[in-house]
């Protein structure tokens, strides 16, 4: 999976917006969805937060709670590319988002199955 800023250099004023990109390797399939998690700061030992998914097929989307209202998941099938618009970012927001090219969302949360982008450092400066 390959990651990609679409705008901006991943370092923004809190309050302001940034989009990434992931294109996977793998065709899109309708049942198979894409997530994406984060590395927050000072947790390196702990696991990738979940932030939102999207399925290929319908592009049903969820999001993590404090992602609902400010991030924006879509798809574009034709370029096996999925893109997490954020807006309105808050410095909590900071850190290495991991795209995950199957994913899954069930009790509440989102789980990592397959395999993972490079990392994009986020960081939203107060």
């Known amino acids: 999976q390959v990651q990609r800023i679409e705008d901006g250099t991943g370092s923004v004023q809190a309050g302001g917006s940034l989009t990434l990109s992931c294109t996977t390797s793998?065709?899109?399939?309708?049942?198979?969805?894409v997530g994406w998690f984060r590395q927050v700061p000072g947790k390196e030992h702990e696991a990738r937060e979940f932030v939102a998914v999207i399925t290929w097929g319908g592009g049903r989307a969820w999001y993590t709670d404090s992602a609902k209202g400010r991030f924006t998941l879509s798809r574009d099938n034709a370029k096996k590319t999925v893109y997490l618009k954020m807006d309105n970012l808050k410095p909590e927001d900071t850190g290495v988002y991991y795209c995950?090219?199957?994913?899954?969302?069930?009790?509440?949360?989102?789980?990592?199955?397959?395999?993972w982008g490079q990392g994009t450092q986020v960081t939203v400066s107060s």
């Open positions: 793998t065709d899109p399939t309708r049942d198979v969805a």
């Open positions: 995950n090219d199957r994913a899954t969302f069930y009790n509440g949360a989102g789980h990592a199955l397959g395999r």
